[in-house]
């Protein structure tokens, strides 16, 4: 199992350009989420699914947009890319809450510099 | 709502020396609490996690976490640290089963271990 991927690694924009940050898992998971993780701010979410179909902001969903059309996939969209979403992105998954092994699985992260 | 305190930003410490990172919560209902595992360049990694029963829990890597309800804390602690242990560590916690399963982190607390 390849667990939680991030598609890309690396993207550098330029201000008002658009992108599509795509999150994968393998493991049937229901809850998949997007958070961002500033220097002395810990992870902050975004956005988050609670199955296919659905979506829901998070503390931080300014400036973001989100689908899920597939269970195993999560896409994270930036219409206008600005300074202060220079940050890396993390995707995570989960079962639901009250499931055995419920805990969050995290992918690699997505370093985006917005210049 | 609930938060999480981490309150030392940075810690070192010498190999094989005994360490404890600290985490404090607060929430008006029942919590799960979780750290977390940081290393450079990576995505986060479930150190242990505590979910109810017992208050001491064992996770990887040699660590363990106690949690105090009356303090309302969830330390970790290691009694003997390895360099391999350098990474930024978060504490995270989940109110109950509801609410998309979603975590509050701290800020992290970044171990550094030194020959």
């Known amino acids: 199992n390849a667990g939680v991927t991030q598609t890309p690694k690396f993207r550098v924009l330029k201000t008002g350009q658009s992108m599509t940050l795509l999150c994968a898992q393998d493991?049937?998971?229901?809850?998949m989420y997007w958070y961002r993780q500033d220097p002395g701010m810990g992870l902050r979410l975004i956005h988050y699914s609670v199955g296919e179909g659905t979506t829901a902001k998070g503390e931080v969903p300014d400036g973001y947009n989100v689908s899920r059309l597939k269970k195993q996939n999560f896409l994270l969209g930036l219409e206008s890319a600005a300074p202060s979403q220079t940050s890396v992105y993390f995707c995570a998954s989960s079962h639901r809450p009250w499931e055995r092994d419920n805990e969050q699985f995290f992918g690699p992260g997505t370093r985006l510099t917005v210049l | 709502a609930q938060s999480v305190t981490q309150l030392d930003s940075q810690v070192p410490v010498f190999e094989e020396a005994p360490v404890e990172l600290r985490c404090n919560y607060s929430?008006?209902?029942?919590?799960?609490l979780f750290w977390y595992v940081q290393y450079p360049n990576q995505g986060l990694q479930l150190l242990l996690k505590?979910?109810?029963?017992?208050?001491l829990v064992k996770g990887i890597n040699g660590f363990e976490a106690e949690f105090n309800k009356s303090q309302t804390s969830f330390h970790l602690r290691k009694p003997s640290v390895h360099i391999s242990d350098t990474a930024e560590y978060f504490c995270a916690v989940r109110e109950g089963t509801g609410g998309g399963n979603k975590l509050t982190f701290g800020t992290g607390t970044q171990l550094k271990v030194e020959l």
């Open positions: 929430s008006s209902v029942s919590v799960y």
């Open positions: 493991m049937n998971h229901e809850y």
């Open positions: 505590y979910l109810s029963g017992s208050t």
